[in-house]
């Protein structure tokens, strides 16, 4: 049995909410893994957490931030970063390991979300030029990257719901970090990280737990079950 922990916190009105479970179903039921998937309210992120954790196989941090309890988001972000524990991000998972890795690698002094502090100066999540709220986009994958051998293709249009991203101020520390940029929109923008040297660490601005709700499994969710069952 395959155990997945969501990190977040559930709202049945949050389209990905509603699509995550769908996505990993859909997942599970191609590959005939048994697997099963547990919601973890960020406000339950206290204590022993490795203890928590350590039942899970997987650790997927789900949109809809910010989360009611930061602090364990970024804690459990930074168990599974640790421990090798397969990390997938979505929306306000791509934010929050970021501002996790910040802290914890790059040694940036509270690296700030603009989102929960307006007031921040240069925030390392910073507004969207042009919010991506209920939007799709075309991607490209770089080459070699997990994400691009998990879709098989150069591109693909993906569905988002967010106003914010990556400062592009702090772009130039993933060119020769392990933390590297695993895709762009059509106008440069990063769009996916992910960590070399990690069994599975990888997360998208973009909501591919979407393409469930068509019916598709969404072909990062079909890697992350994957890299979950070795």
């Known amino acids: 049995?395959?155990?997945?922990?969501?990190?977040?916190?559930?709202?049945?009105?949050?389209?990905?909410?509603?699509?995550?479970?769908?996505?990993?179903?859909?997942?599970?039921?191609?590959?005939?893994?048994?697997?099963?998937?547990?919601?973890?309210?960020?406000?339950?992120?206290?204590?022993?957490?490795?203890?928590?954790?350590?039942?899970?196989?997987?650790?997927?941090?789900?949109?809809?931030?910010?989360?009611?309890?930061?602090?364990?988001?970024?804690?459990?972000?930074?168990?599974?970063?640790?421990?090798?524990?397969?990390?997938?991000?979505?929306?306000?998972?791509?934010?929050?390991?970021?501002?996790?890795?910040?802290?914890?690698?790059?040694?940036?002094d509270e690296p700030a979300h603009a989102e929960s502090d307006p007031q921040a100066t240069d925030p390392l999540i910073a507004p969207l030029s042009c919010p991506l709220v209920e939007v799709t986009g075309k991607l490209h994958f770089v080459a070699g990257t997990r994400l691009a051998r998990a879709y098989g293709v150069e591109s693909a249009v993906e569905g988002y719901h967010c106003s914010y991203g990556l400062n592009p101020i702090y772009e130039e520390r993933l060119r020769n970090d392990p933390l590297q940029v695993a895709a762009r929109d059509e106008a440069g923008s990063v769009r996916a990280v992910e960590l070399t040297g990690h069994p599975f660490f990888v997360a998208t601005l973009f909501q591919p737990e979407r393409a469930a709700l068509r019916g598709q499994v969404p072909p990062i969710v079909r890697a992350f079950l994957a890299a979950a069952n070795h």
């Open 1 to 108: 049995m395959i155990r997945i922990a969501l990190v977040g916190d559930f709202n049945p009105e949050v389209t990905a909410h509603r699509a995550i479970p769908a996505a990993l179903q859909l997942a599970a039921a191609e590959s005939g893994t048994d697997a099963t998937w547990c919601w973890l309210p960020t406000v339950s992120l206290v204590g022993d957490l490795a203890n928590l954790l350590s039942n899970y196989e997987a650790l997927w941090c789900v949109p809809a931030s910010p989360y009611q309890n930061t602090t364990g988001a970024l804690a459990a972000i930074r168990y599974a970063r640790l421990s090798g524990v397969p990390y997938l991000g979505t929306c306000g998972g791509f934010q929050y390991a970021l501002l996790e890795y910040a802290a914890s690698c790059w040694r940036l």
